[in-house]
């Protein structure tokens, strides 16, 4: 077991455990964060995704030596001073999601996607959700939710 510091959602912690264990398992077990989801396991399905120094990461195969030292940004992040990210409060206020396993995978995929476009097209949205998975039926909300939160962002 090793110590190893990192820090998330703006908050530096320190975890002892071993340099391989899977950041998915690290931010779950470890440091009470469960908002990314085991889905795949493989980069296929974008449940687990999380941003690392900025970028979209998968936190099912990174080890958490290669996230030694790096900022880490889940869900339970976006929010600030106790207030939901307008992002959140869209899904919620247009439900949606059905069983939400996917959620907190896509949140973050359209986090990422409203920083670098904030006004996107459809299939901006589209394709910026190309890798995250979704068996419900949710996907013409999940995306109406972006839009608006876009909407937002343009008055
Ligand atoms: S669990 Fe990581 S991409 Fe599916
Ligand atoms: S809401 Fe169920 S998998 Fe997406």
């Known amino acids: 077991m090793t110590s190893y510091s990192l ?3 703006g ?17 779950r077990n470890e440091l009470g964060i469960n908002s990314p989801k085991y889905g795949c396991g493989t980069e296929r ?5 999380v941003l690392v120094d900025g970028e979209i990461a998968y936190a099912c ?7 030694s030292g790096t900022n880490i940004v889940t869900v339970e992040g976006l929010s600030k001073e106790g207030q939901l990210h307008p992002l959140q409060r869209n899904f919620l206020d247009l439900n949606a999601g059905q069983c939400g396993y996917c959620l907190s995978g896509i949140l973050i995929s359209a986090y990422k ?3 670098t476009n904030p006004c996107p097209q459809r299939s901006e949205i589209t394709e ?3 890798d995250n998975l979704c068996r419900c039926g949710a996907h013409n909300r ?3 939710a972006i839009k608006a939160t876009a909407g937002e962002a343009d008055e």
Do not use: H, M, P
């Open 113 to 115: 996607l409203l920083e």
């Open 11 to 27: 908050q530096r912690r320190t975890v002892q455990a071993d340099g391989n264990t899977f950041l998915l398992y690290v931010l």
């Open 142 to 144: 999940i995306i109406e």
């Open 45 to 49: 399905c974008g449940a687990c995704r």
């Open 7 to 9: 820090t998330l959602n």
């Open 61 to 67: 195969t990174r080890t958490l030596n290669d996230s």
């Open 128 to 130: 910026a959700l190309k």
